[in-house]
């Protein structure tokens, strides 16, 4: 039911972050200083992740509220 959803979001969010951290931030940082193509795929890949964990999280917020 709803517990399983809001599980599963969390999921996501903590996946989400954790390529986030180990993977994305290294590999902008590591191409911040060349400002290419890549530099702008991994931060609009960064800024994207960020953007559905913020929306999950507004969503899991609202499920709990109504509770």
């Known amino acids: ?33 060349k400002t290419n193509r890549a530099f702008k795929v991994l931060h609009r890949s960064s800024f994207l992740i960020n953007l559905v964990q913020i929306i999950l999280l507004i969503s899991i917020t609202v499920v709990l509220l109504d509770f």
């Open 1 to 33: 039911g709803v517990f399983n959803a809001i599980f599963y979001a969390n999921v996501i969010i903590l996946v989400l972050f954790a390529l986030c951290y180990f993977y994305l931030m290294p590999a902008i940082n590591k191409q911040k200083a």
